[in-house]
């Protein structure tokens, strides 16, 4: 079965400081993963994803994840955290070799970045 | 384009009212998606259609949901008692079917059912 996990509920971080926002899958072919991000009374904005090629992905907002096969993580990072950073982060994974569209995805992080 | 569009963007109804939420997919897109959020429960899939046909409906949660989506740019979701307990920010989501793969959200329905 597939599966998303996203093991910290909140991630403190000081402006300016690097980030990282831990995801780790489970998917039984190849995984198409994402990152999205949710702002207060919002909707989910995608960020980023990991389709094939190379690892270290780059996405909006200066965020990058880099695929880590072996340790089946896709982890969410910055190198200098902002205060408007702030926000609930959720990872998602899919399939690729399935014919199912749906996403599954992570219970989210919520992000707080202290000035 | 102007992204997924719903309606309406807030929703206050009393127990036992039949509620419909409304979604505009982005045009060109193949795959709709139908989405809760609670704090309790997260964020969660109720349904899902491929070139407007059902696929997945296993995310409903009783038969007094329903969804329909009778054409390319129109979908619905009713739920006919509503009831406290579906108190939630409803999201609709389109994708394509394949490449480039990722959903694109609305701003989502809050409803409150008193």
């Known amino acids: 079965a597939q599966s998303v996990a996203q093991p910290e509920d909140q991630v403190n971080v000081a402006e300016g400081n690097p980030l990282t926002v831990k995801c780790t899958y489970s998917v039984s072919g190849n995984p198409y993963l994402f990152w999205y991000v949710q702002y207060p009374n919002r909707g989910l904005q995608f960020l980023l994803k990991y389709i094939t090629g190379d690892n270290l992905v780059k996405g909006s907002y200066g965020f990058e994840a880099e695929f880590n096969k072996s340790q089946t993580s896709f982890h969410l990072k910055k190198p200098s955290a902002l205060v408007s950073d702030s926000a609930l982060y959720f990872c998602?994974?899919?399939?690729?070799?399935?014919?199912?569209?749906?996403?599954?995805w992570g219970a989210g992080t919520k992000l707080i970045i202290k000035p | 384009d102007a992204g997924v569009i719903q309606s309406p963007r807030h929703e206050v109804t009393e127990m036992g009212q039949e509620v419909t939420l409304r979604c505009k997919p982005i045009?060109?897109?193949?795959?709709l998606f139908w989405y809760r959020q609670t704090m309790m429960r997260g964020l969660e899939l109720l349904i899902y259609?491929?070139?407007?046909?059902?696929?997945?409906d296993s995310g409903m949660p009783e038969d007094r949901f329903s969804a329909k989506m009778p054409n390319a740019s129109f979908s619905t979701l009713k739920i006919q008692p509503s009831e406290p307990r579906d108190s939630a920010v409803y999201f609709c989501?389109?994708?394509?079917?394949?490449?480039?793969?990722?959903?694109?959200f609305g701003p989502g329905t809050r409803l409150t059912v008193t």
């Open positions: 989501a389109s994708s394509h079917e394949g490449y480039p793969y990722e959903q694109y």
């Open positions: 259609f491929n070139n407007n046909v059902p696929i997945d």
């Open positions: 045009s060109g897109h193949n795959s």
């Open positions: 998602a994974v899919r399939d690729g070799g399935d014919s199912n569209y749906q996403l599954i």
